[in-house]
C-alpha cells in the first residue's frame, strides 16, 4: 500500500467524495480538451481516473465493512 493510498484512508467519507467529484469534473475537462487542442501532459488523464478508482473502492469497502473499515462520518 503506497502513502497515496494511507493519505486516502485516514480522510473521512465525506472529504473523499467532496475530491472524488472534484477529479470527475477535472477529468472531464481534460478529456475534452484532449480531443479539441491536446494536452500537454496525456499522463494526468490516466492518474486521474486511477485515483477516482481508488476513492471509489475505498468508499465501497467501508460501506460494506470490508478489511475491517467502517464509515468514517
Known sequence: MGTRNKEMREK???EL??????????LFELRFKSS?????NPHRIQTLRRDIARMKTLLAE???GIRGAAPRT
Do not use: F, V
Open 12 to 14: 473521512l467519507d465525506s
Open 17 to 26: 467524495t467532496y475530491e472524488c467529484k472534484g477529479l470527475q469534473k477535472e
Open 36 to 40: 479539441s487542442e491536446g494536452l500537454a
Open 62 to 64: 467501508r460501506q460494506q
